[in-house]
């Protein structure tokens, strides 16, 4: 067995937005080779002049719409993913020359040292990064090249990944994980708490405590959104929308379609502070971050059910990260590689994993309200008008978080044995599905509304 070994914290990152893959990966790659570089020999620091990062196949095709470049820029002077700033990228518009700090040694550093190559062939990773130190000449000194693979995860060339702990109680499947339940009798929120303990360390009141600050910052985003209005950057002229739909709800407390609208303003309110380049949480990335930050947010404080306890909350959270976790273990959850399947679908099967645990229902049915969520995205391209994470990211967000909802009242109507099709099947196809998907509909801005839409 390859178990499961993803930390909750790992699935869930705070940072800025617009993309997990373009923005959080890269700055947080940026950092790691900044440090690197500086535990080079000093006879090569003193050497070093200048940096250049390359960015390859889909970075190069959408990078400059997705603030791939910003992140790359805040990363090299030392910014770091959950800490920097929540207007980080909003700081570097504009840039085109500063310094940079290597091992005590002022480099300078160039918006022009973040090149594009769309004619090399990133062979290992769509989402490909080399960094390069250099000299005077612009040889190279010092070369690493990083992978960005999906909702702020990096991988570096030549570099295995690090040996973690084992889990306290191993899965590598739903079914795996469900035997595990009948084989131990504890809950899902307890296996969780359980292998995030012997993972990180952490007692189940550290990790507790994490998580309330990650539902903290789903709900900060929402709020912020909710609250703001004007045109969102780049150059398509997207006005927002999501205070003018939250307006709506309030207006007429006996319309019968508020739940709906409420997720969507929701959704669209966190989604449209992630398309701003603000600090969202990536569930399971930031293109698909508006999707659980909605159905937390409306469950907590929207629904007549508004103030269930904290506890139940966590709990939802905790099958969510296993949804995610799954998802990425068994297919990814990146754009580049399956589509947008991987992101806003694996965010809506999340949510609707959420609403069950929430409610308190067995394993089965939460399994069960995911499927139904995820099965119903399948295929899903994933294809941003002009690069940037707004059109269609931002609407498939709220369908997203609609679903969700779908997908949870059609779990809970009906016995759990009479669903057909499990998660780990629907898992299965989303992997296949993503492998012969045409890469032109894979974050490359190349095809679907990407190339039929005119702003």
């Not at 290597?102 to 022009?112: I, Q």
């Not at 296949?432 to 679907?448: L, P, V």
Request: glycine fraction near 10%; proline fraction near 5%; aromatic fraction near 6%.
């Amino acid at each position: 067995m390859n178990p499961v070994t993803t930390s909750i914290f790992e699935l869930f990152k705070v940072g800025p937005g617009p993309s997990s893959s373009h923005t959080i990966g890269p700055m947080l790659a940026s950092v790691e080779f900044m440090a690197q570089a500086a535990e080079l020999p000093s006879q090569t620091l003193d050497r070093a002049a200048g940096l250049r990062v390359t960015l390859l196949g889909s970075l190069a095709a959408t990078g400059r719409g997705h603030g791939t470049v910003r992140a790359v820029l805040a990363g090299l002077m030392g910014n770091r993913p959950q800490s920097c700033p929540p207007d980080i990228l909003d700081s570097l518009s504009g840039f085109e020359s500063g310094t940079v700090l290597l091992a005590g040694r002022t480099l300078p550093l160039r918006e022009a040292d973040i090149v594009f190559d769309m004619l090399a062939r990133a062979e290992r990773h769509p989402n490909t990064m080399i960094f390069r130190l250099l000299d005077v000449d612009g040889a190279a000194l010092f070369e690493r090249e990083a992978y960005s693979v999906g909702g702020g995860f990096i991988e570096w060339r030549d570099q295995p990944p690090a040996q973690r702990p084992a889990p306290a109680y191993p899965y590598d499947s739903m079914l795996g994980f469900r035997e595990v339940l009948a084989a131990t009798g504890l809950t899902l929120p307890e296996v969780m708490i359980a292998n995030e303990a012997a993972l990180t360390g952490q007692t189940p009141k550290q990790i507790e405590a994490r998580i309330e600050d990650v539902m903290r910052a789903m709900e900060d985003a929402v709020e912020r959104g909710l609250e703001t209005e004007g045109v969102l950057p780049g150059p398509l002229g997207l006005n927002r929308k999501a205070k003018a739909l939250f307006e709506r709800y309030r207006q007429d407390p006996q319309m019968h379609d508020r739940p709906i609208l409420a997720l969507c303003a929701c959704a669209f309110a966190a989604s449209e502070e992630n398309a701003a380049g603000h600090t969202i949480v990536t569930a399971p990335t930031s293109g698909g971050s508006g999707v659980l930050a909605a159905v937390l947010y409306v469950t907590k404080n929207l629904r007549p059910t508004a103030g269930v306890f904290r506890k139940a909350l966590r709990d939802g959270m905790l099958a969510a990260a296993l949804v995610g976790m799954l998802a990425k273990h068994n297919a990814s959850v990146s754009g580049a590689e399956v589509g947008c399947q991987g992101e806003v679908g694996v965010a809506s099967a999340m949510s609707a994993a959420f609403l069950a645990q929430v409610y308190g229902h067995e394993a089965k049915l939460v399994e069960n309200a995911a499927e139904t969520a995820l099965e119903h995205h399948l295929g899903l391209t994933c294809d941003p008008v002009q690069g940037y994470v707004q059109i269609p990211c931002i609407e498939r967000n709220a369908m997203g978080a609609v679903k969700a909802y779908a997908a949870y009242q059609i779990a809970a109507a009906v016995v759990s044995s009479y669903h057909m099709v499990g998660l780990d099947q629907a898992i299965k196809a989303m992997a296949e599905t993503g492998r012969d998907m045409c890469a032109k509909y894979k974050e490359t801005a190349q095809g679907g509304l990407a190339t039929t839409v005119r702003c």
